[in-house]
């Protein structure tokens, strides 16, 4: 049976161009919205940061910035105030402005360059991750070393903090590495992969479901070592998929986001995780998160990476590189798109939450022995019929009964959401006739 993914019908339309900003003189690898969603930051390999103001399209020269070396990584804080900019190779270059003030701090510590940066929800923590293959956690307001070095295997080209600062994800390699850090305790939580190749994959990663699981493109492929092989010649053949992850065991949850055919560079979620947008192979396609559906393909040339979303999801942002011309391009995400994904999440939480509803209920209510054994048979039913096809999104009880999914399997876990709606429709009926059961 085909995943969700490859089985909903999808759109192939073309991106409304709004502004196309220019002046960078090499490729871009990072860019940032200001919570506004009126200003813009980019970063460059020509050594500068570059601030925009997206309303009139040009570039506010005052604020540009020049660095020692060529720019990986800049962040906005959500409330504005901060701006970090990570930067060489194997010079490390990490940079921290107070955007009010003008004060910019350096931050000292990584050997190598800086090369991926994320700023804590609650605007008071920054991750950063090296080519040194180390991550570490920074207090912005006194540039202090809090947390680390987390040492990971691979060159480190992805961080992100959990919604809640507790947990930091870290992807290392060519998506080959993923692992999960406890701020406090530093150390790791869990890992999953091995070494692969000497490069790194930038696409971020990004927690979802509560702080319960993760997104990232990811290969669990061994890469070829480069030392025995040419990898350039067929690196795009790998980390094509991107998974959901439990954030606790680091095992698959639910269908891949399956599609691209080649390696996906590009990769945002929309702040309320309904619409997903990732890049590869000259595509920009549009996901709904809850459902796994493919909702919209565009043919894109030359596009580059990053991929971001507007804080309001309206706009999409991609970067092209042709030579010497390097752009930004902001389109408008198309509306009816948004609205399709956002549906399709209200509805996917709706059931969960009457579901959930119900089932709180009948356990904090019913003591009984029909009521035990209601509940043993509603496990069975989850445990037997496990799910291979996620249009509709595993509900929260008992997902560590599921069994292994598997495309293969003919049942799906509509099947298992039917049988247990059923029992919960009839527990009353159970337990106001005193059946016994032998």
Same mark, same amino acid.
């Given at each position: &049976?085909?995943?969700?993914?490859?089985?909903?019908?999808?759109?192939?339309?073309?991106?409304?161009?709004?502004?196309?900003?220019?002046?960078?003189?090499?490729?871009?690898?990072?860019?940032?919205?200001?919570?506004?969603?009126?200003? &813009? +930051?980019?970063?460059?390999?020509?050594?500068?940061?570059?601030?925009?103001?997206?309303?009139?399209?040009?570039?506010?020269?005052?604020?540009?910035?020049?660095?020692?070396?060529?720019?990986?990584?800049?962040?906005?804080?959500?409330?504005?105030?901060?701006?970090?900019?990570?930067?060489?190779?194997?010079?490390?270059?990490?940079?921290?402005?107070?955007?009010?003030?003008?004060?910019?701090?350096?931050?000292?510590?990584?050997?190598?360059?800086?090369?991926?940066?994320?700023?804590?929800?609650?605007?008071?923590?920054?991750?950063?991750?090296?080519?040194?293959?180390?991550?570490?956690?920074?207090?912005?307001?006194?540039?202090?070393?809090?947390?680390?070095?987390?040492?990971?295997?691979?060159?480190?080209?992805?961080?992100? $903090?959990?919604?809640?600062?507790?947990?930091?994800?870290?992807?290392?390699?060519?998506?080959?590495?993923?692992?999960?850090?406890?701020?406090?305790?530093?150390?790791?939580?869990?890992?999953?992969?091995?070494?692969?190749?000497?490069?790194?994959?930038?696409?971020?990663?990004?927690?979802?479901?509560?702080?319960?699981?993760?997104?990232?493109?990811?290969?669990?492929?061994?890469?070829?070592?480069?030392?025995?092989?040419?990898?350039?010649?067929?690196?795009?053949?790998?980390?094509?998929?991107?998974?959901?992850?439990?954030?606790?065991?680091?095992?698959?949850?639910?269908?891949?986001?399956?599609?691209?055919?080649?390696?996906?560079?590009?990769?945002?979620?929309?702040?309320?995780?309904?619409?997903?947008?990732?890049?590869?192979?000259?595509?920009?396609?549009?996901?709904?998160?809850?459902?796994?559906?493919?909702?919209?393909?565009?043919?894109?040339?030359?596009?580059?990476?990053?991929?971001?979303?507007?804080?309001?999801?309206?706009?999409?942002?991609?970067?092209?590189?042709?030579?010497?011309?390097?752009?930004?391009?902001?389109?408008?995400?198309?509306?009816?798109?948004?609205?399709?994904?956002?549906?399709?999440?209200?509805?996917?939480?709706?059931?969960?939450?009457?579901?959930?509803?119900?089932?709180?209920?009948?356990?904090?209510?019913?003591?009984?022995? +029909?009521?035990?054994?209601?509940?043993?048979?509603?496990?069975?039913?989850?445990?037997?019929?496990?799910?291979?096809?996620?249009?509709?999104?595993?509900?929260?009880?008992?997902?560590?009964?599921?069994?292994?999914?598997?495309?293969?399997?003919?049942?799906? $876990?509509?099947?298992?959401?039917?049988?247990?709606?059923?029992?919960?429709?009839?527990?009353?009926? $159970?337990?106001?006739?005193?059946?016994?059961?032998?």
């Amino acid at each position: &049976m085909a995943s969700a993914s490859t089985k909903a019908a999808t759109t192939k339309s073309t991106l409304k161009l709004v502004t196309t900003l220019k002046g960078h003189g090499d490729g871009i690898p990072s860019i940032s919205y200001f919570p506004d969603g009126q200003r &813009m +930051i980019s970063g460059s390999f020509d050594q500068t940061t570059r601030q925009w103001d997206l309303k009139a399209g040009k570039e506010i020269e005052e604020a540009r910035d020049v660095c020692e070396n060529g720019v990986h990584a800049v962040a906005v804080s959500r409330d504005g105030r901060w701006v970090v900019t990570g930067s060489g190779d194997w010079d490390a270059e990490l940079k921290v402005c107070e955007v009010e003030t003008g004060i910019v701090k350096t931050f000292e510590g990584h050997s190598e360059g800086v090369v991926c940066i994320d700023i804590s929800a609650d605007n008071t923590l920054l991750a950063s991750g090296s080519y040194d293959r180390t991550a570490r956690i920074w207090n912005l307001e006194t540039g202090k070393l809090v947390a680390g070095p987390f040492e990971s295997i691979g060159w480190v080209g992805s961080v992100r $903090f959990s919604p809640d600062s507790k947990k930091l994800a870290v992807k290392s390699d060519w998506g080959t590495c993923l692992e999960v850090w406890d701020v406090q305790s530093q150390k790791s939580d869990m890992s999953i992969g091995k070494p692969g190749g000497r490069g790194t994959m930038r696409s971020p990663i990004f927690w979802t479901n509560k702080n319960k699981t993760i997104i990232a493109a990811f290969e669990f492929r061994p890469i070829p070592d480069p030392d025995h092989e040419d990898l350039d010649d067929h690196v795009d053949d790998y980390t094509k998929t991107i998974y959901e992850f439990d954030a606790a065991t680091l095992e698959t949850v639910g269908a891949p986001f399956e599609g691209h055919t080649k390696l996906v560079g590009g990769l945002a979620l929309s702040f309320d995780g309904a619409l997903l947008a990732s890049a590869s192979d000259n595509t920009i396609k549009l996901w709904a998160f809850e459902s796994r559906q493919l909702l919209a393909f565009f043919d894109v040339q030359n596009v580059d990476f990053p991929l971001v979303l507007s804080p309001d999801s309206r706009q999409l942002v991609y970067t092209t590189s042709i030579e010497d011309d390097h752009k930004i391009c902001i389109c408008d995400t198309p509306p009816e798109i948004l609205a399709q994904a956002r549906t399709i999440a209200r509805k996917n939480s709706a059931r969960r939450d009457l579901l959930n509803v119900r089932i709180s209920f009948f356990y904090s209510s019913h003591n009984s022995p +029909i009521a035990i054994y209601y509940r043993s048979l509603m496990q069975l039913a989850v445990l037997l019929l496990g799910t291979a096809d996620h249009r509709y999104p595993p509900y929260l009880w008992h997902r560590d009964l599921r069994l292994q999914e598997t495309r293969s399997n003919p049942l799906s $876990f509509a099947s298992a959401n039917s049988f247990a709606f059923l029992f919960v429709r009839t527990q009353s009926l $159970f337990v106001i006739s005193n059946l016994v059961i032998p």
